[in-house]
C-alpha cells in the first residue's frame, strides 16, 4: 500500500520500504479486535471503555493500549499541521 500511495497519489517513485520507514505512515494501529464489540455496544470509542462495559482483565489492558496507540496518532497528526510543538 505505501508504494502504490507514493506513486499513484504523490506521484513518486513506487519504492518498497518498511512502514516504520515510512514518513508518510501515521501509524500503525492493532485490530483490537476484541474491543469492537464492546465498543459498539457502549457506543464509545475502543480506547474509552471502562469496567462497567464490560472492559476488565486483558480488555482494560488492551483499552490502555488503545489509549496510548491513538494519542500518539493524534499527536502526530497534530504535529504535521503545526497545531503543537
Not at 14 to 31: F, G, S, W
Not at 32 to 44: C, D, G, N, T, V
Not at 74 to 80: E, P, V
Request: charged share 20%.
Amino acid at each position: 500500500m505505501p508504494a502504490t500511495y507514493r506513486s499513484s497519489i504523490l506521484g513518486e517513485p513506487a519504492v518498497e520500504m518498511t512502514t516504520k520507514d515510512d514518513p508518510y505512515c501515521l501509524a500503525t494501529i492493532k485490530h483490537y479486535r476484541s474491543l469492537i464489540p464492546m465498543a459498539h455496544e457502549a457506543r464509545k470509542p475502543i480506547f474509552s471503555l471502562n469496567a462497567a462495559d464490560g472492559a476488565i482483565g486483558a480488555h482494560a489492558a488492551a483499552v490502555g493500549s488503545a489509549y496510548e496507540d491513538f494519542g500518539m496518532l493524534s499527536q502526530k497528526i497534530q504535529r504535521g499541521m503545526g497545531l503543537i510543538a
